[in-house]
Structure formats: structure tokens, C-alpha cells
């Protein structure tokens, strides 16, 4: 049997790696032209301290379900299974996904098979002579190719890592947008029901002013009063139908807002999945695994709708925010994400400066008689390093990782805005509830001494100590104070949602996805 000599000597490879390691050293990498910027401290933020309210706390998960309404819970349930935004959101989650898979298969290993056959006739006057020459030959060939990067500067890790990172940062700002969308609905639904209440005692109030004007009639034609009274009541009268018809037009017009973000007219299929990409589900629906059941389309559920009483103040602020906030509002884990994959891109990009170093091998069978394709001679076999070095390619590296570290730096701007937008926006909301309180709480106050005042001039109309007309007014001052009531508590509802989405909407980062 005769011995064959290997195609690569172990001295070759050695040589090979110890050039590439000392072309390496050799690499230079540029300065930064200025300074990083610095992230901003989370650990410090925190709100000032006459910011406090009754409850302590963050929202829950499903943070809606403290209202005890059904039909806000069937309404943001709806959203969530089928909002043209979240929609969007799992499209870039499925996106980001593909390109951490396309990122993880550059790297590594890869291996073909390739198979091929080609006839031929070779020159009778070439390089090979007869028989050879002036011959016709068919050639087989199977061969398996193989290449492995061996990553030696981090170049594939950081690129994967990078990849990871934008990754997080989709599945953050997927549950961003479940929490506006939220927040949206809740906000919207209860203007809706506010502006019905509100038109309900409009339409009490209505009514006590045609009956001043009855009165007054009365009054008039008994010589006990004057024309003018009259008139002040009508205009009055006008004044109160040309609210009813712009309270009207409000509720109109926010039915339109919830029908849009309901996400139109449309019903999903009866088997449409609640799952969305990347792991995400919608809070509040069906399992993934059971069988979706039916769903009510965008008109139905808003031509369902009742008018409900508002609900009492539910409203909490935490003792402090801290790390907290950065686990709680998705924005700032998405902001904080989209660092981490610029920090990675840089560190790919400085080890785009240091030598590539791969090995190649091929392993198959060549023959040019398809009978001896298969015979132990027509093997072949070839391994060999391949090494490069951006020697002349300094000034296009150098500037991508210029580029990179703008990014890097865009991002920290970005992330540190978003710190302070989000300190900010819970300061802002919840001193707009602790003032919404104190008014509340007057408000309270005028309310009660009216309905006092009024069950005082009703006992003294039975009493004949009193006229209607003194009872009708006391009516139109409670009816008028309650309004007051009722828009106020709408106000209040609205600062509240919003504390809520300051606050995170009941996000808690979860497990995200890390390469060590």
C-alpha cells in the first residue's frame, strides 16, 4: 500500500497562524475623535418629594381590570388581538428574527455537497496529447466543501450579539405599543362615558330650565313678574340645547376615535390566533394552544356599549422609581437595547481591522469514467488556510467605525432623553392627579352644599315659606354643580390612565434573549 503525504503540513499551519497573530499586533485601531457619551443614571431618578399620592404602587399587568368594567375589558381585549400597531410591531419582531438567524449562520461552520457532470472534448494540438487529446470525456464529480471561520477577534460573536440586541429592542417596543394602545382605549372609552353622563344631566338640566320658563310665565301673567325674566330663561334654554348638540358632536367624535383604534370594522377569522411574533401574546386572551373563538366585529362591540357610571379614583404612585422604572417602561428597554447593539457593532467593527483567518477543505470523488467514479483513486481531497488582512483598506475601516460610534452616541442621547422624558412624564402625571385630588375634593364640597341648599328650599316650598321658582333655581345650581362633578372626574380619569402609561402600563422586563 503506498502512503500518501498530508496536503497541509502541521509546520505550514503553525506558520500560517503565528504570521496572522503578529499581523495582528501590527493592526491599529483609531482613537475616537471625541469622548463616548455617558448614560444617564436610572439608580437616581426619582420624583420630587411633595409628589405623593394615597396609594403606593405600580400598575398591574392588566391594570384595566381594577375599573371593574366589562366593556372596557372586552374593548382593549379586542385591540390587542387585532391593532393594525401591534401588527406592524410583530412584522419587525419576525424581522428582527430573520436577520439574527441570517447573522448566526454566517458564522461557524458551513458545509455543501456539490455534484456535477460536464462533457468535453479536449484540443488535439493542446496540452494533452493523444489519446487525449482529440477526444471526447465525460467528467463526474461529488464533493463535499466545508469552511470554518474561527472567529479568533470576536467579529461573529459581536455581530451575532448585535443582531440579539436589535432584537430586544423590537420585542420592548412591541410592548410599548400594547401599552399605549391601552392606555388609548382607556382614555378614549372613558371620555365616551363621560360625555354620556354628562349629556344625561344636560338633559336634566334642560328640562329644570323649561320649567323657569313655565314658571316664569306663570309669574308674568299673574303680574308677579317681568318680561325680561322670560327672556334671560330662553336665552339660558338656548345656551343649554347648544351645549347638548357640541357634547353631541364630542361623543360622535369619540366613538370614531375608539372605532379606529378598535382597528376598523372588520372581525378576525374565527381561527385566528392571539399569538404574535416573537413570543409576544396579547394580555387577556385565550391560551395559544385552544381554539380561538369567535370574535365580535369593531361595530358590534361599539354599538353593545351602555352607558356606565364612572368609576372612583384607583390611583397609585411608588415610593421611589429607580432601577424600577427602567424594568417597568418598555421604552427605555428598548432605548436601552439599541445601545447595547451599537456598543457590539463597534466591537465588530474594530475587529474588522485584524486579520481573517478561515479554513477551507474539500473531500469528493473525480473521474472521467462515470464506471470508476466510485473506485478509491478518483478520490480527492484539499485543506488549506486562508488568512487576509485589510492592509490597504484602513481608511474605509476606519470610517465605519466612525460611523458605528456615531451611532453608539446617537443612541446614548436617545436613551438618556428617554430617561429623562419618562422621570418627567411621571412627575408631570402624577402631580396632575394630586392637584385633581384637592379640586376633587372642593369640587365635592360645592356639590354637597348644593343638594343641601336644595332639599332646604324644598322643605320650605312645603312649608309656604319658599316660591318654585326659588326650588327650580336650587335644582339648576345641584344639576349644574353635578356637571361640574362629572367632567372633573372625567379629567381625573384621563390623568389617571396617563399616570398609568407613565408608569409602565404594568410592563416588567421579562427574559430577554443574551449570547455569552
Not at 219 to 227: E, P, S
Not at 324 to 334: I, K, M, N, S, T
Request: glycine content about 6%.
Amino acid at each position: 500500500m503506498r502512503t500518501s503525504t498530508p496536503l497541509l503540513p502541521p509546520s505550514a499551519l503553525a506558520s500560517a497562524l503565528a504570521c496572522a497573530f503578529a499581523l495582528a499586533g501590527c493592526a491599529h485601531v483609531p482613537a475616537e475623535r471625541t469622548a463616548p457619551l455617558a448614560q444617564r443614571d436610572v439608580p437616581a431618578a426619582t420624583v420630587a418629594a411633595d409628589i405623593k399620592l394615597a396609594r403606593d404602587g405600580w400598575p398591574e399587568a392588566r391594570w384595566w381590570e381594577v375599573y371593574h368594567d366589562a366593556q372596557l375589558d372586552r374593548l382593549i381585549s379586542a385591540a390587542l388581538a387585532a391593532s393594525p400597531d401591534l401588527d406592524a410591531a410583530a412584522a419587525h419582531i419576525s424581522a428582527a428574527h430573520s436577520s439574527l438567524d441570517r447573522t448566526r449562520a454566517a458564522a461557524g461552520l458551513e458545509a455543501g455537497v456539490y455534484g456535477g457532470m460536464n462533457r468535453q472534448r479536449y484540443s488535439g494540438t493542446g496540452l494533452f496529447p493523444a489519446p487525449i487529446g482529440g477526444s471526447y470525456f465525460t467528467e463526474e464529480t461529488v464533493r463535499v466543501d466545508a469552511r470554518y471561520n474561527f472567529d479568533w477577534w470576536g467579529r461573529n460573536k459581536a455581530q451575532v450579539a448585535a443582531a440579539a440586541g436589535e432584537l430586544n429592542a423590537h420585542r420592548a417596543g412591541y410592548a410599548q405599543a400594547e401599552r399605549a394602545l391601552s392606555a388609548a382605549i382607556a382614555q378614549s372609552y372613558f371620555r365616551l362615558q363621560g360625555g354620556w353622563a354628562r349629556r344625561a344631566n344636560l338633559e336634566q338640566l334642560i328640562a329644570a330650565q323649561q320649567a323657569v320658563i313655565a314658571d316664569a310665565a306663570k309669574r308674568i301673567a299673574r303680574g308677579l313678574g317681568v318680561q325680561d325674566e322670560a327672556r334671560q330663561a330662553g336665552a339660558e334654554l338656548s345656551q343649554l340645547r347648544q351645549q347638548l348638540a357640541q357634547l353631541d358632536g364630542d361623543n360622535l367624535r369619540e366613538r370614531e376615535a375608539l372605532r379606529a383604534l378598535l382597528g376598523g370594522d372588520n372581525a378576525p377569522n374565527a381561527g385566528q390566533s392571539d399569538a404574535h411574533a416573537g413570543g409576544t401574546r396579547a394580555p387577556g386572551t385565550a391560551d395559544a394552544a385552544a381554539p380561538a373563538a369567535p370574535r365580535a366585529s369593531t361595530a358590534q362591540l361599539l354599538a353593545a356599549l351602555q352607558q356606565r357610571a364612572l368609576p372612583e379614583g384607583l390611583h397609585a404612585l411608588p415610593s421611589r422609581l429607580g432601577m424600577e422604572l427602567l424594568a417597568r417602561r418598555p421604552d427605555l428597554q428598548a432605548a436601552r437595547w439599541r445601545v447595547e447593539a451599537a456598543l457590539s457593532r463597534i466591537d465588530a467593527a474594530k475587529a474588522a481591522f485584524y486579520p481573517d483567518i478561515n479554513i477551507s477543505a474539500a473531500a469528493g470523488l473525480n473521474s472521467i469514467s462515470l464506471e470508476r467514479l466510485l473506485e478509491a483513486p478518483s478520490r480527492t481531497l484539499f485543506v488549506g488556510p486562508t488568512i487576509t488582512l485589510p492592509l490597504f483598506d484602513s481608511k474605509r475601516l476606519a470610517a465605519q467605525l466612525e460611523g458605528t460610534r456615531s451611532e453608539r452616541n446617537a443612541l446614548v442621547a436617545e436613551y438618556n432623553r428617554a430617561v429623562v422624558a419618562a422621570v418627567r412624564d411621571v412627575a408631570q402625571d402624577a402631580a396632575a392627579v394630586q392637584a385633581l385630588e384637592a379640586e376633587t375634593s372642593e369640587q365635592a364640597a360645592a356639590s354637597t352644599a348644593a343638594q343641601a341648599l336644595l332639599r332646604s328650599a324644598q322643605a320650605r316650598l312645603q312649608g309656604g315659606l319658599a316660591t318654585r321658582h326659588a326650588v327650580l333655581n336650587a335644582q339648576l345650581n345641584a344639576l349644574r354643580q353635578q356637571d361640574a362633578a362629572l367632567h372633573l372626574r372625567q379629567i381625573q380619569l384621563q390623568a389617571e390612565v396617563a399616570l398609568i402609561h407613565s408608569l409602565g402600563g404594568g410592563y416588567r422586563a421579562g427574559t430577554a434573549l443574551t449570547l455569552n
